[in-house]
């Protein structure tokens, strides 16, 4: 994905996103199969997005503008 982040997200093979706020706080999940998602109702911060990609969980760090 873009990163910095203004609204949309580009995802790769990916089933389920998860994105947490800097302080561990769950802000937006979606489940499926996953493209592009819209993220302008986010507030501008840091997140931590974790993605479910073929059965393996990995984590990035997102700013979002």
């Known amino acids: 994905f873009p990163n910095p982040v203004e609204s949309m997200v580009n995802f790769e093979n990916t089933q389920q996103v998860w994105i947490y706020t800097i302080d561990g706080r769950l802000a937006f999940t979606q489940k499926g199969n996953l493209e592009n998602l819209n993220l302008a109702h986010l507030e ?5 997005v974790k993605m479910l990609n073929n059965n ?3 984590s990035s760090k997102m700013q979002k503008r």
């Open 44 to 48: 501008k911060g840091v997140y931590v």
């Open 56 to 58: 393996v969980v990995r």
